[in-house]
C-alpha cells in the first residue's frame, strides 16, 4: 500500500450536485453559480447555529410592519405561522440546509415561498441581509457571552469550594518559580477566582456594548419604509437600536470584544493548568488527580496524566488564533458591508467550542482534587521560604530594611553551606549575623509568617476567611439571580 | 565594499563596563552578574518611562510608613526630601540610569543612598520590586489609557468637523466594493464617530478595571507591617486597593485591556485608511489631501502619495503584534510573579507609540481634506445606485418585495444591455417590466433615495443632522470636563 | 419567543453515553473516566483524517517486527489481515470511531482484537501512541504539503494563461495606490506567479525538512527490541528516519512549517484578492468578473459582488490564525510528548481547508476573468502617468536626474492647473520648463514608456513574453512531473 | 505630588523644528510638509540600520551607470568620492539624519549634493528609492540570517558541551510532565541540538530564497537604460537577480521569512527555558544555575533566579508578535509598493533584537550550569519508571505487549497500595502478577533500560555518545567554515 491510499484532497468541491434551484438575486445573472463558489462561498454549516436567532428576530420584524401597516395583519400572520412551522421542522431535525442556497436566511425564505406562496416575498421588505444576519449572529453572541460568564461563575464557585475544603493548608507561595514565601493554599485559590472575576466583567462589559439592534439598517443605508425599530428591540429584547445604519451592518466589533475576553481568559486558564500540571508532578507531589479526570499510557503501564489541564492549556492557543484571525480579517476593509466579514462565525465558534467546554471540565475537575496537605507544609518550610520574615524581624528591631536583607542573605549562605535550615541555627550562631536576634526568633515558622500579613488582601488566615466568604456570597448570589432570570425567561415563552 | 562593510551584528555586549556595583541583592552569592546577563535582563531602558510614577509612589509609601509610625517622621522627611531632589535631577535630565542597577527602582534606591546614608534602607520597608513595579506601571498605564481616550474624543471632533463642512454632500454607499445606495457623506464620517465612540468605552472600561493600587501586597504574601493601603491609594488616586496579594503581583490584565483596545482602535483606522488611500486616487478622486499631509516621489514628479493613510493602516500590523505578543508571554505561566512579565512594557509602549501619534496625525488631516462634492454626486447616481429604489417603489405599489427585486434585477440588465442608466429609460420601458411603473417613478433620484430613509440611524438629512448634533455636544462636553479637570489637577501640585 | 427559544449552549457533554469500554490503560485506574473528560480529550473527530495513514504504518510496522522475528511471520499476517479488513470497513463507511476510545489508534486496536484475539495486543509491540501519531499525521501533512504544492502549481497556470490571452494589454502600474507608470497587464500578473512561485518552495522546503519517518522513538526513549526503521521508513516512503527519539515525539515543526506557508500564501492571494475585489469596482471598472463566480444582492437588484475574492481575502486571517494558534500551543512546552501537543491536527485542518479551497477556486475563477483592455489603456495613459518618461527623456538629453525630475514636477503641476494632460502640452509650453524638450518628446506614449524598460525583470513587451514563455514551460512541465509520478504510485499499489 | 506630574503624552510632534529643507519631490506641491506628517512618515531612525548597505549599493549603482556610459567616469568617480567621505562622517559620529528628509536615501542624496555639487542629482539615474530600499533592506536581513544561523551553530555547541560533560547522567524523562522513563541527560540535551538545527535550515533556506538583487527596478516597471544588473548583483555578492520589477519592489517575503524562522526558534528556546526553569527550582534541584547568570530578589534574601531563563522564555511573545505583525501588514495590500511597508524594519529589528542576544546569553549560560547527576538518577529510578521495561521483559518472555501492560499495570497499583517502589517487590510478588517473572527481572534498572534501547535516535549509551561525536564535528566544521570565509572577505576589502 503506498501513499496514494488516502483519497485525493477534498477540495471545494460538492460531492453531488442537485437541481439548481435559481438564486434569489439570479435576475441580472446570466450563468448559474459554479459549484467551486457555491462550496466556497456557502455559509450555511456556520449559520446553523443560528437558525432559531433568524425565525424569532424574523417574527419580530413581521409583527412590527403589520404594526405599522407596511404589511397587512392577516399576511404578518401567515408568515409568522410559516416561520414558526419551519423551527418546528428545524427542530425536529426535518429541514434541510441547502448550500446552494448560499445562507440560512435565502433557505428559510425559499421554503417559506413553498409553505405560503408569494406573500413569503415580504417577509423581506424593509430589510437587507445585511442587516439580518448582524441581528441574528448579535443574538447569538449575545447568549454566547451570557454563558461565558455563567461558566466563569461557575469556575469561581470551584475555586472556592476547593479553597473552603482546605482552608488550613499552608504552600509555599513562588516567584520565578522559586519558594518565595508561605501562603495559604486558599490565598493562592483566590488569586484564580480575582482573575476569573474580571474575565466575568470583561464579557459583562462586552454585553453591554453590544446590546443594541441593528435591524432597520437595510443593506448600508436604512430602510425607505416608516418602520418602529425600537418596537422590534423590543420584542427580542435588546435596550436600544444602533445610532447609524452604515455602521451596524459594518461592525463586528461585538465579535471581536467576545474573543479578547475569552482569550484572556484562556490564558489565566493556562496558568493554573500548568500548576495542576506541576503539581501532580513526582517533584511536586502537591495534588492528586481524581482517576476520573486522569488517563493512562498506552505504553508505560505506571503512568496517571494530567491531560485535562494539558488541553486546556494548549487550547489557549486556539482562543489566541481565533481573535488573531478576526482582527487580520476586518483589517483595512472599507465600508460598509463586505463578504470577508463572513469569517466571522468561525471565529467565534472556535472560541466558544474552545472556552465553554474547558470552564466547565475544570469547574467539575477543581472540587475533586486531592490536596496533599503534608507535602505542601513541609515544602513551605525548607528552603529558606522564611528569609523575609528574619530580615522584618530585625527591621522591627530597628534596623533599616535594606540591611537587614543583606544580614539575613550572608545567614543564607551561612545555611546553605552548612546543608541546615534556618530554624536550625542556635541563636548564637544568628547573633554572629546580627545582634539584634534574640530568643523570639526562634519562634518564626510558616504559621508565623503568614499571620504576620494581616493586612486588606494579605494571606493570613483571618483575611483569607473574609475574602472567601466574601467571594462566595457573591458567587452564589449571582448563580440565584441567573437562576430566577432563566426561569423568569422560561415563562415568558 | 563588501559585504562585510556593515560592523557585526550588536550583541547584548555593552560596548563598555563601568566599574561594578555590588547588587542589593548580592548578599548570598559567590559570582558578579556575568555582563551578557546585565544587558539581556536589565529594564532600565523601559523603566525610565515611569520614573516619574516611582518618585510619587515611593513618597506615597513613605509618608505612610511615617503615619503608621513604622518609620520615624523625621526619616521619611528625609527620604522624601532625597527623592524628590532626584527627581529634580530626572527633569534636568541629570539622573543617569545605570543597566548594571537592573531597574529603576534600584538606580533611584542607590542614588538616595549616596544622597542622605543609610536611612534609604528603610525606603523599601514593607515593600517589594514587585508590588513596587506593579503600582509604577498601573500609573502609568492608567494615563496611557487617559491620553488614548482624549485622542480619541479628539478624533471624533475632527471626523465630526469634515462631517458638518460637507453636510449636504451625497456620495454612494458602498457593500461589497460596489456601489449600492446614495448615502451622505456626513452619515459615513458619522459610521466612524461611532466606532470611535466605542472605542473611547473600551479605554474607559479598561480604566475601571484597573485603577486599583497593588502596593502592599509584597513580593507576592502581602507585607509583615501595619500598613493603610487605603490611605496609599488615596493619595496616588486610587479608588481602591487590591484585593489579593498573589493575584496583584502576578496581574497584567490592564496591559492587555490597553492592548485589545489599542488593536481594535487600529483595526478601525484601518478601514478609514483605506478609504482615504482609495478615495484619493485617480479613479475614485473623491478627496484631494492637503499637500501638507502628503509626499512624492523620488522618481515619478507627478505623484502625490497618501502616505500618512498608508502608514496608518500599515501599523495595525504593529498594535495587533503587540497584544499577541503579551497573551503569548503570559500564557501558561505559574503564579506569582515571573520575570517573564518584564515584557509587558515593551509591549505597552509599542502600542502607544503606534496608536497615540496615528490618531493624532489622523485627527489633524481630516478637517483639511478636501471633499469633491461634483464627483461623489455623479458617482452616487451612476451604476444603478438607485435600483433598490425603484424596487421599494414598486413594493409600496404592492408587489411583494422578492418579486419587485427580481423585476427590478431584469430592469437593470436591461438597461445595462442598452448602456443607459435607469433614469435614462421611458416610462414605457419601465413599465415593459412591470405596470406598476408610474409617472412618479421618474422622481426617483439620490436625493429622494436618502431622504426616504427617514428613520432612527438612517441616513435622510434630518437624521444625519440631528445624529451630528447630538455627537457634536456629546464631543465638546467631554473635552470641556476633560480641561476642567486637567486645570483642576494642575491646581492640586 | 424570548431569547431562550435556543438550547443551552452546546457543552463537551455527549448526549448518551455508551455502556463504558475499559480503557487499555485502564489497569491502574480505580474510576472510569469521567463523561465530560472523554468529550474534552477525545480527538476522534480530527484523528479521522489520518486513519488510512494510521493503517498503513500499522501494516509497515507489522511486517518489520516479523522480518525482526520479534513476532512470528503468521501472527503478522493475522494482523495485517485483519487491519486491511479495518481499512475496508472504514472506506465503506461501517467503521464507527468510538469516542471513549479517546483516539484512532485505540479504535483500531480494539477492532482488531475483537477480529482476530489476543494476538492483536502484539501489533502495540516496540511503539507508542507517541511515536505512532507523530507518524501518521507526518504523512498526513507530507500529502497535504504536496497537495499544497500542486495547486499553487495550478494557480500559477491559470495566472500564466490570463496574461498570455491578454499579452498586449496595458495597463497603469500603482504605487501608494497612485497611477505610477504604465506597464503590461501580463507583467502584474506574472508578479503573482512570482509570489506563488516562492510559496511553492517554501512548500517543498517544508517537505524536505519534514520527511523522515519517527516511527521506532516509542514513549520518547526508543525501543527495547532489535527493530529495523529504515526499512519501515522505506516501505512507507520516507528517505530517513528521525535522528533522536525524545525530539522525535515533541517535534511539531513540520506542522508550523506548513502553517507558515500556508499564512504567507494567503496573504498573497489577499493582495491578488484585494486587486480583483477592486478592478471591478465601477470606479475601476479593469475587469468583469464571470457571472458563475459572482453573487447577487438580496436587496440590491444591480448588484454583482465579487464574493470570492472578498471570502479569500478575509480567509487570510484565518491562515494566520492557525499559525498563532500552534505557535503558542507550543510555546513553553517541556519535553517530550505533551497532551497539548494534540491540538496540531485542527490548526492544521483549519489552514488545509482554508489554503486549498482559495487556491482551488481562485485558479478557476481567474482564465474566465474578462479584461477590460481599453479603459485599463486609457487609465495608463491618464494622470500624467508618463511624467518620469519625461524626466528620463531630459536625463537622456544630460540633464541630471534629480534637476530632470524637478523640471518635470513643475510640468505637472502647471498640466494640472491648466487640467490638461502632459501631451496635450505644446512643444513650446515645454520648453518653457526646459529648453532641452525637442519634437521627439512628443513621441512619449504609454508603448513607448513601457518598450524603453527593456531589461531584465522589467515591463518591455520582450522581455514579458520571454517571462512568460519561461514560466509556462516550468509550470507545465512539474505537472506533466506530478502527473507521471501520480500515475507510478498508482501502478504501485 | 498628583498624577500630572508626568509630562503630558510624547506625541509624534518634533520638539523643535529646523530651517525647512525643501523635498527632493517637492516640485508640484504648494504646501510644506506638516511637523506631524514629517514626524510620523520618517523612517530615519530605522533607516539608520543599513547607512552602510546604502552606501555600498550606491557606490556599485554608480559604478555600473559609469560602465555602461550611462554616466561619465569621471562624474562615477566623484560621486563615489563623495559617498566615501559621507560613509566615513558616519562611521565617525559626524553624519545627523534629518527626521524632514524622510529617509536615509534624501539625506545621503542631500549631503553629497553639497558635497559635489549637482551631478549629486545623477545618483539617481536609473534608480527608484522603491528599489533602492529593497536593495539595502535585503542586504542587511541577508547579514542578519546570517548571523542568526552562526548564533544557531554557537548554541548547538553549548549544548553539545554540555552533554559531553555529562555523558554518563542518567534523568528520567518525562510525557506530560510525568516521570515516564529514564533517559541519558546527553540524549536530552541532543533534543535540543536537533531543534535547532532544524531552525539553522530555516535560516538557510530563507537566506537561499532571499538572495537577489532588485536594483534595476525602479519605482516598479524597471529602468529605460541599458543597465547592467548582473553586474551590480556581483559586486554586491548576490546570485542573481530578481525576475519581475513589479514583485521586486512589492516583495517583502524575506522579511516574513525571517521572523517565521525567528518565531520557532524562540519557541524552541521558550522549552529549553522552561526546563531550566523548572529543574532549577527546589522541587526538581536537577541543575544549579551559576551565580553570574542568575539574581537576587530585593525583599527575599534566599532567592536565586533564573531570570535569564524566564526572560528568554517571556520574549517569545515578541517574536511571535513581530511575525503576526508583519504578516498583517502585508495582507490586503495591492501592488506595488505601498508606505504601509515601511512598518518591516521595526517588526525585522525587534525580532532581530530578540531572538540574538536570546541565543547568545543561552549559549554562554549552559556550559556553565552544573548537573546535579545524584539528583537526577534518583528520580529516574522512583515513580515506577521502569514499569515499561517490566511489560518489555513479558513480551519478551511470550505475552502480546497490551495483556503485558495490563499485568504490569496492576503491579503497580499494588506497589504504589504497599508504597514501595517495583525493586522492593519480591519475585514472589511479581509471580502473582504474571508467571512469567523469572529472576533476571530483578535485574531492570535505569541504566539496563536506557542500554536496551539501541537502535537509531534511540537513548542506548553507545547511540547517544555516536550521535554526541556526530553532532561536534557538524557544528566545528560549520564554525571553521564561518571563520574561513569571513576571513577572506576581510581580505576582500
Not at 33 to 41: H, I
Not at 99 to 110: A, G, I, K, R
Not at 152 to 157: D, E, G, M, N
Not at 396 to 403: H, S, T, V
Given at each position: 500500500?503506498?501513499k496514494?491510499v ?14 439548481t434551484?435559481?438564486k ?11 459549484e467551486l463558489?457555491e ?16 425565525i424569532e428576530?424574523s ?19 401567515k ?37 405560503i ?10 430589510r ?9 449572529f ?32 499552608i504552600?509555599?507561595?513562588?516567584t520565578?518559580m522559586?519558594?518565595?514565601q ?9 488569586a ?12 459583562l ?5 453590544m ?8 443593506a ?35 465579535v ?71 482582527l ?15 469569517e ?7 472560541a466558544?467550542?474552545?472556552l ?21 507544609a ?5 528552603n ?22 543583606e ?38 515558622d ?6 504576620a ?41
Amino acid at each position: 500500500m503506498a501513499k496514494s491510499v488516502r483519497p485525493a484532497k477534498a477540495t471545494a468541491k460538492p460531492a453531488t450536485k442537485p437541481e439548481t434551484e435559481p438564486k434569489p438575486w439570479s435576475g441580472r445573472f446570466d450563468e448559474v453559480t459554479d459549484e467551486l463558489v457555491e462550496a466556497y462561498t456557502s455559509s450555511v454549516h456556520t449559520d446553523a447555529m443560528f437558525f432559531a436567532e433568524d425565525i424569532e428576530a424574523s417574527i419580530a420584524h413581521v409583527r412590527m410592519l403589520a404594526r405599522q401597516e407596511i404589511i397587512g395583519a392577516d399576511e404578518a400572520k401567515k408568515i409568522e405561522r410559516g416561520l414558526d412551522k419551519i423551527f418546528g421542522e428545524f427542530q425536529r431535525g426535518e429541514f434541510v440546509l441547502r448550500p446552494e442556497l448560499e445562507d440560512v436566511h435565502m433557505n428559510v425564505e425559499t421554503r417559506l415561498a413553498e409553505l405560503i406562496g408569494p406573500v413569503a416575498g415580504k417577509l423581506h421588505t424593509a430589510r437587507s441581509r445585511n442587516d439580518q444576519v448582524a441581528t441574528d449572529f448579535r443574538l447569538y453572541v449575545i447568549e454566547s457571552t451570557r454563558s461565558a460568564a455563567m461558566h466563569l461563575v461557575a469556575l469561581q464557585q470551584s475555586l472556592i469550594e476547593l479553597a473552603e475544603k482546605n482552608i488550613d493548608v499552608i504552600m509555599p507561595g513562588y516567584t520565578h518559580m522559586q519558594r518565595a514565601q508561605p501562603v495559604l493554599f486558599a490565598h493562592h485559590m483566590l488569586a484564580y477566582v480575582q482573575m476569573f472575576d474580571r474575565d466575568l466583567h470583561r464579557f459583562l462589559n462586552a454585553m453591554e456594548m453590544m446590546d443594541e439592534l441593528p435591524l432597520g439598517s437595510g443593506a448600508l443605508a436604512g430602510v425607505p419604509y416608516k418602520i418602529d425599530r425600537q418596537s422590534v428591540a423590543d420584542e427580542l429584547g435588546f435596550p436600544r437600536v444602533t445610532a447609524n445604519s452604515i455602521d451596524a451592518v459594518s461592525d463586528r466589533d461585538f465579535v471581536v470584544d467576545y474573543l479578547s475576553a475569552a482569550a484572556l481568559t484562556m490564558v489565566h486558564v493556562s496558568r493554573l493548568a500548568e500548576e495542576l500540571v506541576l503539581w501532580s508532578s513526582a517533584e511536586f507531589g502537591f495534588i492528586t488527580l481524581p482517576d476520573a479526570f486522569a488517563t493512562g499510557s498506552s505504553i508505560m503501564p505506571q503512568k496517571k496524566n494530567p491531560d485535562v489541564a494539558e488541553l486546556a492549556r494548549g487550547r489557549t492557543g486556539r482562543a489566541i488564533g481565533a481573535l488573531v484571525s478576526m482582527l487580520v480579517t476586518l483589517k483595512g476593509l472599507p465600508l460598509a458591508y463586505n463578504r470577508d466579514m463572513q469569517e466571522d462565525k468561525p471565529a467565534l465558534l472556535d472560541a466558544e467550542a474552545t472556552l465553554l467546554p474547558t470552564l466547565e471540565v475544570i469547574a467539575a475537575m477543581l472540587p475533586r482534587i486531592t490536596v496533599n496537605a503534608a507535602r505542601m507544609a513541609i515544602a513551605a518550610s525548607e528552603n529558606y521560604s522564611l528569609a523575609t520574615d528574619f530580615a522584618d524581624y530585625l527591621v522591627r528591631k530597628g534596623l533599616p530594611f535594606r540591611q537587614a536583607h543583606e544580614a539575613v542573605a550572608k545567614l543564607v549562605r551561612h545555611a546553605e553551606e552548612k546543608r541546615v535550615d534556618l530554624s536550625d541555627l542556635s541563636l548564637a550562631d544568628l547573633r554572629t549575623f546580627s545582634p539584634l536576634f534574640a530568643d523570639d526568633a526562634r519562634e518564626i515558622d510558616a504559621l508565623s509568617s503568614i499571620s504576620a500579613r494581616d493586612i486588606v488582601g494579605g494571606t493570613a488566615p483571618n483575611r483569607v476567611r473574609a475574602a472567601l466568604q466574601e467571594a462566595r456570597v457573591r458567587v452564589d448570589t449571582m448563580l440565584a439571580e441567573a437562576a430566577a432570570e432563566n426561569d423568569a425567561s422560561t415563562d415568558d415563552d
